[in-house]
């Protein structure tokens, strides 16, 4: 009896055993595996979701597939994609490098965040890609220590859009890419906020540009929109909004610019069409530096110290509203009946010695106004159409309902004023 109860005993030991690692062995979840053995196990186009947590590998993608990271996912290693049709979505890049892709088509990164050391996003060759909806913030110091947000070499068809990026070199910088839309991003805090070099048919689409050395800086480029942009608060020393640095075929249009030491500065640009912008509180509107074909009109430009820097060798100014405009309209046709001139001897002294502009509005300063307006130098930039809005304080309007009331009030009071006497 004994020797049959060691032995069930047994039996029953065993087949627990067996059973232990039955479930042992089916129960282990597929990211124990690393991230590159999962990835490698996939079949085109399938879906790898990983769970919250931090993954440290440097991971290879050599087939078209989707990673999706929940929320909590965090790399400390870099991504290298060399397959097209690759997405990625919901990670946090933590370490040296983020993203890396070359000579692919068809990426898109997604609903991530970088805070690498270097190069969170860095594309060569990509053609016909997204980046969207991603957060890039830098490390801290001075922005010659850091690395671009975005990187575009060589790309074509890129549409990078509802993205924050700040404390960066420069917040976006393209070079030698054509086709790339830059699109209601927010960029702060570094150098240039997008850096365009030797590329084509760029568009700068209602982004927001505060805080940078430059806002846009586009270097011998052709084919370029900037519209519905608001620039501003590029104010240290000889900052810009925008410059446009041999750059042709240039629509500056519908944009906001405002609070910057420049607003826009030409140098050697070629066909540049700037019309419907609102320039408020910038030191110095336009910085022409041998410009060709540039027209500027239907403007507003309120509370800035000077319009102009230079001569109009190149600039066509027509068809603007100043706030400071004297002139009146005695005909009616909307247009002011004098010129409005653009430069002024008070505003070369603010560029030389940015104090100057506390001296704004002084009986002085006036004076020395009035005596430019009267003393033209030949080569002085005018606008010889300046509009006249109903507002303005120098224009004469009539308005019969104002006019009614006003007589009623005044009847009134008068009739009142006769019964209590």
Same mark, same amino acid.
């Given at each position: 009896?004994?020797? %049959?109860?060691?032995?069930?005993?047994?039996?029953?030991?065993?087949?627990?055993?067996?059973? #232990? #690692?039955?479930?042992?062995?089916?129960?282990?979840?597929?990211?124990?595996?690393? $991230?590159?053995?999962?990835?490698?196990?996939?079949?085109?186009?399938?879906?790898?979701?990983?769970?919250?947590?931090?993954?440290?590998?440097?991971?290879?993608?050599?087939?078209?597939?989707?990673?999706?990271?929940?929320?909590? $996912? %965090?790399?400390?290693?870099?991504?290298?994609? %060399?397959?097209?049709? $690759?997405?990625?979505?919901?990670?946090? #890049?933590?370490?040296?490098?983020?993203?890396?892709?070359?000579?692919?088509?068809?990426? +898109?990164?997604?609903?991530?965040?970088?805070?690498?050391?270097? #190069?969170?996003?860095?594309?060569?060759? &990509?053609?016909?890609?997204?980046?969207?909806?991603?957060?890039?913030?830098?490390?801290?110091?001075?922005?010659?220590?850091?690395?671009?947000?975005?990187?575009?070499?060589?790309?074509?068809?890129?549409?990078? %859009?509802?993205?924050?990026?700040?404390?960066?070199?420069?917040?976006?910088?393209?070079?030698?890419?054509?086709?790339?839309?830059?699109?209601?991003?927010?960029?702060?805090?570094?150098?240039?906020?997008?850096?365009?070099?030797?590329?084509?048919?760029? +568009?700068?689409?209602?982004?927001?540009?505060?805080?940078?050395?430059?806002?846009?800086?586009?270097?011998?480029?052709?084919? &370029?929109?900037?519209?519905?942009?608001?620039?501003?608060?590029? *104010?240290?020393?000889?900052?810009?909004?925008?410059?446009?640095?041999?750059?042709?075929?240039?629509?500056?249009?519908?944009?906001?610019?405002?609070?910057?030491?420049?607003? &826009?500065?030409?140098?050697?640009? *070629?066909?540049?069409?700037?019309?419907? *912008?609102?320039?408020?509180?910038?030191?110095? &509107?336009?910085?022409?530096?041998?410009?060709?074909?540039?027209?500027?009109?239907?403007? +507003?430009?309120?509370?800035?110290?000077?319009?102009?820097?230079?001569?109009?060798?190149?600039?066509?100014?027509?068809? *603007?509203?100043?706030?400071?405009?004297?002139?009146e309209d005695f005909n009616g046709d909307g247009y002011g009946d004098s010129v409005y001139i653009a430069t002024s001897t008070f505003g070369k002294w603010v560029l030389k010695n940015e104090y100057y502009q506390y001296f704004i509005g002084n009986t002085a300063t006036g004076l020395l106004q009035k005596m430019d307006n009267k003393i033209t130098e030949p080569n002085t930039l005018m606008d010889e159409k300046p509009i006249v809005y109903e507002g303005q304080p120098w224009q004469l309007s009539f308005s019969g309902k104002h006019f009614s009331i006003g007589i009623t009030l005044l009847i009134v009071l008068v009739f009142s004023w006769r019964k209590l006497k």
């Amino acid at each position: 009896m004994e020797l %049959k109860k060691h032995i069930v005993t047994n039996m029953k030991k065993g087949s627990l055993l067996a059973l #232990f #690692f039955c479930i042992v062995g089916f129960s282990t979840p597929a990211y124990a595996q690393s $991230v590159q053995q999962q990835i490698d196990s996939l079949s085109l186009g399938d879906v790898l979701e990983l769970e919250p947590g931090q993954y440290s590998e440097n991971l290879l993608i050599k087939k078209p597939i989707k990673i999706y990271g929940n929320k909590g $996912v %965090k790399f400390t290693g870099k991504l290298e994609i %060399k397959a097209d049709d $690759v997405e990625v979505s919901g990670i946090q #890049f933590l370490g040296e490098q983020g993203v890396v892709a070359k000579k692919v088509e068809n990426i +898109k990164i997604t609903q991530s965040s970088f805070q690498t050391k270097r #190069f969170p996003i860095y594309f060569d060759g &990509v053609e016909n890609s997204e980046i969207a909806e991603v957060d890039i913030i830098g490390k801290s110091g001075h922005y010659s220590e850091k690395s671009h947000g975005i990187s575009l070499y060589n790309a074509k068809g890129i549409h990078i %859009k509802n993205s924050n990026i700040t404390q960066t070199q420069d917040g976006i910088y393209l070079e030698n890419s054509r086709q790339v839309t830059i699109e209601k991003n927010t960029i702060t805090y570094g150098r240039y906020g997008t850096h365009i070099m030797y590329g084509s048919d760029i +568009k700068l689409l209602q982004n927001n540009y505060s805080h940078h050395i430059t806002g846009v800086m586009s270097m011998m480029t052709n084919n &370029v929109d900037i519209e519905k942009n608001t620039v501003k608060h590029q *104010n240290a020393l000889n900052s810009s909004g925008i410059t446009l640095y041999q750059t042709s075929k240039v629509n500056v249009i519908h944009n906001i610019i405002r609070e910057n030491s420049i607003a &826009v500065q030409l140098q050697q640009a *070629n066909t540049v069409d700037m019309s419907s *912008n609102i320039f408020a509180s910038n030191l110095l &509107v336009l910085k022409n530096i041998q410009p060709k074909g540039v027209l500027v009109t239907n403007n +507003k430009l309120y509370g800035n110290v000077l319009v102009a820097s230079s001569g109009s060798e190149g600039i066509t100014l027509v068809r *603007n509203v100043y706030d400071d405009y004297e002139g009146e309209d005695f005909n009616g046709d909307g247009y002011g009946d004098s010129v409005y001139i653009a430069t002024s001897t008070f505003g070369k002294w603010v560029l030389k010695n940015e104090y100057y502009q506390y001296f704004i509005g002084n009986t002085a300063t006036g004076l020395l106004q009035k005596m430019d307006n009267k003393i033209t130098e030949p080569n002085t930039l005018m606008d010889e159409k300046p509009i006249v809005y109903e507002g303005q304080p120098w224009q004469l309007s009539f308005s019969g309902k104002h006019f009614s009331i006003g007589i009623t009030l005044l009847i009134v009071l008068v009739f009142s004023w006769r019964k209590l006497k």
